[in-house]
């Protein structure tokens, strides 16, 4: 079985300083792992993945990944927060060969401030 | 136009009224999901389909049904609706995508009240 846990439910940055978003996985096998973005009355959106090819992934949005399997981390970040990034984000797991069944963490919500 | 296609968007229903959700997509993927969100919970997988004659439960199926009516089509019922199925319901569908690890696209969601 997999698992996700994301560490702190609420987030606050001021504008132009540094995001960083955590995420732990438990996988008995090669994860691939997710994170979406969702914006107030929207759906989720894709902001990044990792499958494998390169540990350091990069998404939309300036935003950016990191697989470390020593750590089991997927921690999100983005250098310079900006107004607009403000929403949840949920980092997802999901196995290899698994079906692709998502599990979902619980979800952080980011907040820019001036 | 959305590729993933959800009605209604908001809906308020009374305690035992039967309601379905119903999810479109144009994206020709053979899986769909849906999935309910509660604040602090995150998302759930309520069942998933990944042909039209493969339906699955998810981690949370009691008191749900759905029918897969096409490709392109999957619903979702509540026979019975009860208050603690006041939720935010998303469907989802995926594709392999050429580096693997399925991708999920959501649609806009329906806000689901029940009274």
């Known amino acids: 079985a997999q698992s996700v846990t994301q560490l702190g439910s609420h987030v606050s940055v001021s504008e132009g300083a540094l995001v960083l978003l955590r995420c732990n996985y438990s996988?008995?096998?090669?994860?691939?792992l997710f994170w979406y973005v969702q914006y107030p009355n929207q759906g989720l959106q894709l902001l990044l993945k990792y499958t494998s090819a390169a540990t350091l992934v990069k998404g939309i949005n300036g935003f950016e990944a990191e697989f470390k399997k020593s750590e089991t981390s997927f921690h999100l970040t983005k250098p310079s927060a900006h107004m607009s990034d403000a929403a949840e984000y949920f980092c997802?797991?999901?196995?290899?060969?698994?079906?692709?069944?998502?599990?979902f963490g619980t979800g952080t919500q980011l907040k820019v401030e001036l | 136009d959305a590729d993933v296609t959800q009605t209604p968007r908001n809906r308020i229903t009374k305690t035992g009224k039967r309601i379905m959700l119903e999810c479109s997509q144009t994206k020709g993927h053979d899986r769909m999901y849906w999935y309910r969100q509660d604040p602090g919970l995150g998302l759930r997988l309520i069942y998933y389909s990944f042909d039209v004659k493969d339906i699955n439960k998810g981690e949370i199926s009691d008191g749900y049904s759905v029918s897969r009516q096409a490709q392109a089509k999957f619903s979702l019922s509540l026979e019975s609706a009860i208050p603690n199925q006041t939720a935010l319901y998303f469907c989802a569908t995926s594709d392999p995508g050429l580096a693997g690890g399925y991708t999920q696209y959501f649609g806009p969601g329906t806000r689901l009240t029940v009274l």
């Open positions: 997802a797991v999901s196995l290899t060969g698994g079906g692709n069944k998502l599990t």
């Open positions: 996988s008995s096998v090669p994860p691939y």
